[in-house]
Each structure stands twice: as structure tokens, then as C-alpha cells.
């Protein structure tokens, strides 16, 4: 699983580095079924659109078909339902979070050649549309609403304090194996929720195969050995962590956790 991410994530599209990391995951996803599901939207797209003259009025028309007819929306109920994360159980439910409805979303404008992106937006996915002689629109993928710039600083602000602000970046292109990984953490933190604790593991492994060695994700991934009673390397990976980020505010509670540890009989990992 590691090498299908390593080799192919930067030629993949947003959705199919979103499907890979989720067969990485869950190896029993109906693979076919996805790529058969996702090849029928695209031509009932392209026919759908044929007469639209002009990218503007071919861009509502997707919009209205995929959010509209096709009924496609965000999940406000259980938003944090790891399955969101999904893209073939989104593609089933038509529900979703903003970076499984956008990965689908941006698949049918890539396939009808749509000049729409990803942004490097730190709260959810958003999407730039970029039409001939006009300024940037931004598409919430959650709801298929444009929003505005006004409102994506009071996302902003909700995430990161009353200080927060839009910046050039945020609005630039993010490359998809910046994407996968944000996807990737979403579906490890849903997973540690749910309690899933043997798909949170390979969340975490696979995060640790991108960027090696972050103490950060070496200290949850001993984390959710702790909850799977593998105390030896549950100590390992929180006292590596404690070693390198001594001052970190968390590092106090790993040591708790360690000596928890300590005092519990070991037991072996299969």
C-alpha cells in the first residue's frame, strides 16, 4: 500500500489519490464499482453540458446537476462519520465533507475541462473557479454555494483567532498529495473516535511513510497502541516523542501515560 502512494500520488487527481489512500486503508473497497460509478457521472456530465455555450453557463449547469438533480450535498448530521472520508460510500449516500464532495466535484470539471481548482485554504476545502476576464469565484463543495472572501475570514477567525486573516497563500493551487494528507488525518481522527482503532493504526503508519519520523504523529500513533494494550511500543513511540519534544504542552501527559506503562504487565503485538 505504501508504494501505490509513493509512486503514483502526484500524477493522480484528486479523487483517485482520495480513492488509493482509502483502498490503502480499507483494502475491501469494490474498486470497479467506483471507477465504473465515476466514468458514467462524467459522460451523463459531458452530455448534460453539450449545449451550454460559454464556460460560465457550463459551470451552473454542473453545479445545478451535481447539487441539484443529482442531489449530491454535505453531511450536516454526522459530519465526522469516518465513511464521509469515503469516496465510494459518498458516491452511495450522496453525503459528504468538503474534500470528498470536491474531489467528485473537481473530477467533472477536469473531465469537461472546467477551469476549476483546490485552494491552499486552511479550515475546508475550497474550490477557485477562474473564468475568462473576471476576478477568482470561490466554491464551498459542502453546499455548491459560492462564498466570499468576508466569509472565509470569519471561517479564518473561528479557526485560528480574532487575528486571522486571508493571505496570498491560502488562495494559491495546493498540489493533491498536500490534500491526501489532510484527508488522511481527518479519517485517522474520525477513526480514533469511532474507536476504530485498527484503521486508525494504518492511518497513522501511512502518515508516518509520508513524512517519517514527526514526533507528532509518532506520539498518536502510540497513542492508539496504548488502546490497542501493544504497551512496549506504545512506550517506545511516547517516550521518542517526550525525547524530542520536551517542551511541547502535551509532553507532560505522555510521560503519565508512560509510567501508566510502566507499572502495566507488556504485552506482545502480532
Not at 502526484?10 to 489519490?17: A, H, M, T
Not at 466570499?148 to 485560528?160: N, Q
Not at 494494550?229 to 516523542?241: I, P
Request: hydrophobic share 40%; net charge negative; with cysteine.
Amino acid at each position: 500500500m505504501f508504494q501505490l502512494l509513493d509512486e503514483n500520488l502526484e500524477d493522480l487527481n484528486l479523487v483517485e489519490g482520495a480513492l488509493a489512500l482509502n483502498l490503502a486503508i480499507n483494502p475491501e473497497i469494490q474498486r470497479l464499482r467506483v471507477d465504473i460509478k465515476l466514468r458514467e457521472m462524467c459522460i451523463e456530465a459531458e452530455q448534460t453540458l453539450a449545449h451550454e455555450t460559454n464556460d460560465e453557463q457550463r459551470l451552473e449547469r454542473l453545479i445545478q446537476l451535481f447539487y441539484g438533480e443529482w442531489g449530491y450535498q454535505g453531511d450536516t448530521y454526522t459530519y465526522f462519520n469516518s465513511e464521509n472520508a469515503f469516496i465510494d460510500h459518498v458516491l452511495e449516500s450522496k453525503r459528504g465533507i468538503p474534500v470528498t464532495l470536491g474531489a467528485i466535484f473537481l473530477h467533472l470539471c477536469e473531465y469537461v475541462d472546467l477551469p476549476v481548482s483546490a485552494i491552499n485554504f486552511p479550515t475546508q476545502l475550497v474550490l477557485k473557479v477562474e473564468l475568462p476576464n473576471q476576478e477568482p469565484l470561490y466554491l464551498n463543495p459542502f453546499d455548491g454555494q459560492y462564498v466570499s472572501t468576508h466569509l472565509m475570514t470569519a471561517w479564518l477567525i473561528g479557526y485560528g483567532g480574532p487575528l486571522a486573516k486571508i493571505l496570498p497563500v491560502h488562495l494559491e493551487s495546493i498540489d493533491n498529495p498536500t490534500l491526501i494528507g489532510r484527508l488522511l488525518a481527518v479519517i485517522k481522527t474520525a477513526c480514533i473516535r469511532e474507536r476504530k482503532f485498527s484503521f486508525a493504526l494504518t492511518c497513522s503508519n501511512l502518515a508516518l511513510h509520508m513524512v517519517p519520523d514527526d514526533p507528532f504523529e509518532i506520539r498518536d500513533r502510540g497513542l492508539i497502541y496504548q488502546q490497542l494494550h501493544c504497551n512496549n511500543v506504545a512506550k517506545n513511540d511516547l517516550t521518542y516523542f517526550i525525547e524530542q519534544c520536551p517542551n511541547d504542552p502535551s509532553a507532560m501527559l505522555m510521560k503519565e501515560q508512560v509510567q501508566l506503562l510502566l507499572e502495566q504487565h507488556p504485552t506482545v503485538l502480532h
